[in-house]
């Protein structure tokens, strides 16, 4: 199975930017979706974003036209691009495929903190 790392969250203000990485350890070349998601405390995991291996998206409404989902089967790799953010995007971001199920791992993920 194919281990996901993420990178480049950090503390952010209202209106910042930030861009998280995800590489896998083998290739997702053979992945037909991968996605974004995200955890705030108290709350369920939710799917923020997901893109095929031919480059279709497909975007949570409420970051629709701030976030970018990006993938490079060459660098085995997914990206998030986060703009406009907002202290209600606060949460813990992971990638892995979609859709997951109850046999799915999940790496350690990449806290995002939005300041107001």
């Known amino acids: 199975q194919v281990q996901l790392m993420e990178s480049g969250g950090g503390l952010v203000q209202a209106g910042g930017s930030l861009r998280l990485s995800c590489v896998a350890s083998?290739?997702?070349?053979?992945?037909?979706?991968m996605g974004w998601y995200r955890q705030a405390p108290g709350k369920q995991r939710e799917l923020v974003a997901r893109?095929?291996?031919?480059?279709?998206?497909v975007y949570l409404d409420s970051v629709k036209g701030r976030f970018t989902i990006s993938r490079d089967n060459a660098k085995n790799s997914v990206y998030l691009q986060m703009n406009s953010l907002k202290p209600e995007d606060t949460a813990v971001y992971s990638c892995?495929?979609?859709?997951?199920?109850?046999?799915?791992?999940w790496g350690q993920g990449a806290q995002v903190t939005v300041s107001s």
């Open positions: 083998g290739s997702i070349y053979s992945i037909a979706v």
């Open positions: 892995n495929t979609w859709p997951t199920n109850s046999r799915s791992t």
């Open positions: 893109i095929s291996r031919g480059g279709s998206t």
